[in-house]
């Protein structure tokens, strides 16, 4: 099996090339880019397996960078990151990162949440519970393609997006909390922050419901987590 290709963009060359070095050692193919547009020209060119990204950087800043990858692109991010707020760990899970890492950090355990991403994204089976389509009201879900719709319209998804998705489509009326969401669609990982599910949520009731602020299928559960409700949802047109 060819090396998983992974793209390095970071401005600080001490950063860059160590994490360069800590990946090659444990059998990546590492390439290293040091500004925010270069790293797009690539991206678009020869797209890698994973991106690692520095939020900050010259010309283009890596939540951007996130932000028009998401728009045409499943490859998984991780974000490194010198702010310790909570906010902007959010941000950047928002825009769609899959994982971030605070600076100053352990080579050795990007390295290790690298791996921990691939296995939740590459290669990504079927989700569970059968390989028949479900309708619920107007969404669609077919776990063969993959794809999903809303009103016959087809919505982009990303892996743990579908996933999610499948899992409630599969689940009607089952609340789940934010660790089974973790165990069953994220798999067990030390590495994941919880604060992933909050986000997905968020992000795939702006693609499902009608009016995201007020959503008819992932029912918020105070204290304890969500529910999906299948029930009919209006048209988009409507």
Known sequence: MAAARILVVD?????????????????FDATVVGDGLSALKLLQSNP?????????????DGYEITRQMRAASAIPIILLTA???????????????????????SP??????????????QQAPAPPGGEQPITCGNIFIDPRTRQASVAGEGIPLTVKEFDLLWMFTSNPQQVFNRDQLL??????SEFIDASTVTVHVRRLREKIEQDPSNPRHII????????????EQEAADS
């Open 83 to 105: 702010r310790k707020d909570e906010i902007d760990r959010i941000l950047g899970l928002e825009l769609g990162a899959d994982d971030y890492v605070v600076k100053p950090f």
């Open 11 to 27: 401005d600080e060359p001490s950063i860059s090339e160590v994490v360069k070095l800590y990946l090659e050692r444990e059998g």
């Open 48 to 60: 890698p397996d994973l991106l690692i990204l520095d939020v900050m950087l010259p010309g283009v």
């Open 108 to 121: 050795r355990e990007l390295v290790s949440r690298v791996k921990a991403v691939l296995r939740r994204t």
């Open 220 to 231: 918020t559960v105070w204290g304890v987590g969500y529910r999906f409700e299948p029930g």
């Open 183 to 188: 165990n069953r669609v994220w798999g067990v």
